[in-house]
């Protein structure tokens, strides 16, 4: 069995790669969702836009669910205290979703044009919301949450759903939205031809320019909020206990990391190459070759908001020293090497399975497909 201290570092950097996971796979169904009504302008082109993804979406799932899965198992206490002080907001990302698994099934069923209509801009909820309150959720976690144990580690949230919307918060959810939009832009772009793909190109292209300008700015903008440091001596292999460290607050302390290791910026460097060459490709119609730098792109935005907190993985404005770690909130050792084997196992049968499957349905949907196809397409 590996060493505690290994495997809570093994577990951040899982966790790290599911959320990525889940916003290159999830999030091109939910970016070809936002942009729906936007690029289709009736019926049939509509149709082509849910049939790029309507294959995939619900497989696409497994990393939202695994994440979620991963975080309750891996970080109990980070789960129990994230989805009590964001109740309301992971509420709302909830009933977005349910617009989704109904859309995509009863949206073709009727022939009726209100109809169709209402489920499209359902999709474009269950496809826009999400990404949109994850990124406040992220710019919240950098502010800090105001949340406090007490001895018995019972934690108690001092906020509400309104203070969650503040300015820094809706900027990183800027972020969020522009880059996945940016994400289903280039996958639709790749799956479609003829106007429709024109329209997702400037639409894409428009959302790799938004990312990039929003997340320089939050990067700015970073550099003057009151990051976390621990001042005390940390034991990598002790047992969780977060209220054992003491925690100081101070402006810039979330670019330290950067400072000790220079090679980090790689990763804001990689956001901001990886949405500009996206925007480059697609007008070029490298759509395949956009969707990977794309999703290089979300890589490093994903990256830097983890290399900046680290080991910070929820920090308290109430009451610092309870903030929780990558190294005070984890579970048992045998819990993370058990989970780190089942993944080694599923992890790779999960990809496999998607690749076969995208690979066989790969190719472009086009308006004779969907008329051919009338009854079966959805």
Do not use: C
Request: no cysteine; proline share 4%.
């Amino acid at each position: 069995m590996m060493d505690y201290s290994t495997l809570k570092m093994i577990w951040w950097l899982l966790v790290g790669v599911l959320l990525i996971g889940f916003a290159i796979m999830d999030g091109h169904d939910m970016g070809v969702g936002t942009l729906l009504p936007f690029v289709g302008r009736n019926d049939v082109e509509r149709r082509v836009v849910i049939n790029t993804v309507g294959p995939h979406w619900d497989g696409n799932q497994v990393w939202f669910i695994t994440g979620g899965g991963a975080i309750f198992a891996a970080w109990p206490l980070v789960y129990a205290t994230a989805f009590s002080g964001f109740y309301w907001a992971m509420l709302v990302v909830l009933w977005a979703l349910f617009f989704r698994p109904v859309g995509f099934d009863y949206r073709s069923k009727i022939h009726n044009a209100t109809w169709r209509s209402t489920w499209d801009w359902g999709l474009f909820i269950g496809g826009s919301v999400p990404p949109l309150i994850f990124g406040v959720a992220f710019g919240n976690l950098l502010q800090g949450v105001p949340f406090q144990f007490d001895a018995y580690l019972v934690s108690t949230y001092s906020g509400n759903f309104w203070q969650l919307l503040n300015p820094f918060a809706l900027l990183a959810g800027v972020v969020s939205s522009a880059m996945i939009t940016m994400q289903g832009g280039a996958y639709l772009a790749h799956r479609t031809e003829g106007v429709i793909q024109e329209r997702t190109i400037k639409a894409a292209t428009g959302a790799a320019w938004l990312m990039v300008a929003a997340f320089v700015g939050a990067g700015f903008w970073l550099q003057s909020i009151e990051g976390y440091r621990i001042t005390s001596t940390i034991d990598m292999n002790a047992l969780p206990d977060p209220l054992s460290k003491t925690v100081v607050r101070e402006a810039g302390a979330w670019m330290r990391n950067y400072t000790q290791q220079p090679l980090l910026w790689l990763l804001p460097g990689l956001a901001v190459a990886g949405a500009l060459v996206t925007s480059l490709l697609l007008r070029l119609r490298y759509t395949l070759s956009a969707f990977v730098t794309s999703s290089l792109a979300l890589v490093g935005v994903i990256g830097t908001a983890g290399a900046s907190m680290f080991p910070f993985v929820m920090p308290s404005s109430s009451m610092p020293n309870a903030s929780l770690t990558v190294w005070d909130s984890a579970s048992s050792q045998l819990t993370l090497s058990l989970m780190f084997w089942a993944t080694v196992i599923f992890m790779p049968l999960i990809v496999g399975y998607t690749s076969w499957a995208y690979s066989v349905m790969r190719g472009k949907v086009t308006a004779a497909y969907i008329r051919e196809n009338d009854h079966a397409a959805y």
